[in-house]
C-alpha cells in the first residue's frame, strides 16, 4: 500500500465507521416503528407510506382474528411465522392488544389476517432494509 | 375491533397496501410511482381474479 492510499484510508475509515453506525440505528429504528427509519432522513412520503401499510395490514389482520404467532410455536413454520410477526417491530404489541379474543383460522377471513400479519412484518422488514442502504447512500 | 372481509374486498385491500408501499419502495418521482402502483395493482388483480377463475373447476 502506497503512503497516499494509507493515508486516504485512515481519513476515510473513522466517518465511515460513524456512517455505518448511524445506518445500523435508522435500520433498527426503522423495524422498532414502521417508517422511522425513513423520517429520520427526511424522506417524509416513504416514513408515512410505511407506517399506514403496516398499520393498516397490521389492524385488519388482527382484526380478522389472524393468527398471531408466539416464541413457543413449537415447528419451523411456527417460528417462520413468529419471525414474519415479529418483523411489525412494536405493530406486535397492537396486534396483542386488538386480538383480544385470539386467533380464529377456523373460518376463511382468519386465515386471510394471519397473512395480513405475516405480510405487514415483512414488508416492515424490507422497509427498515431500505431506510438502511438509504442512510448507507447506497440508494434512495 | 373485528372485520369480517370477504374474499374479494380482502384480496382487493392487500394488493391495494402492498402495490403502494413497493410503489413508493421503489420509485422516486410521483408520477412513476402512481404509473408502479397501478400497474402493480393491476396484476395482482388479474393474476387473483385469473387464478381463482382457473381452479373453478375443481372447486366442485
Known amino acids: 500500500m502506497t503512503d497516499d492510499a494509507q493515508i486516504q484510508t485512515a481519513a476515510i475509515t473513522p ?3 460513524a456512517r455505518e453506525a448511524r445506518a445500523i ?3 433498527v429504528a426503522g423495524w422498532v416503528v414502521p417508517g422511522l427509519g425513513h423520517a429520520l432522513q427526511k424522506m417524509w412520503g416513504r416514513a408515512i407510506t410505511f407506517f399506514v401499510v403496516v398499520g393498516v395490514l397490521v389492524i385488519v389482520g388482527a382484526g380478522m382474528r389472524g393468527n398471531l404467532f408466539r416464541s413457543e410455536g413449537g415447528d419451523a413454520f411456527a417460528a417462520l411465522g413468529y419471525f414474519a410477526d415479529l418483523g411489525t417491530g412494536s405493530f406486535y404489541w ?9 386467533s380464529d383460522v377456523s373460518h376463511a377471513y382468519g386465515d386471510y389476517g394471519t397473512r395480513f400479519l405475516a405480510a405487514a412484518g415483512v414488508l416492515n422488514l424490507l422497509a427498515a432494509l431500505h431506510a438502511y442502504e438509504a442512510a448507507r447512500g447506497r440508494k434512495a | ?11 382487493l385491500l392487500f394488493a391495494l397496501m402492498i402495490s ?4 413508493f419502495l421503489s420509485r422516486r418521482r410521483p408520477l412513476d410511482r402512481v404509473k408502479y402502483i397501478v400497474w402493480s395493482l393491476f396484476l395482482f388483480l388479474l393474476f387473483g381474479i385469473g387464478i381463482g377463475w382457473a381452479m373453478y ?3 366442485r
Open chain 1, 15 to 17: 466517518p465511515d465507521r
Open chain 1, 25 to 27: 440505528a435508522i435500520g
Open chain 1, 94 to 102: 397492537l396486534a396483542k392488544y386488538i386480538e383480544v379474543g385470539g
Open chain 2, 1 to 11: 375491533m373485528k372485520f369480517h372481509l370477504s374474499h374479494l374486498q380482502a384480496m
Open chain 2, 20 to 23: 403502494i408501499a413497493f410503489g
Open chain 2, 57 to 59: 373447476p375443481f372447486s
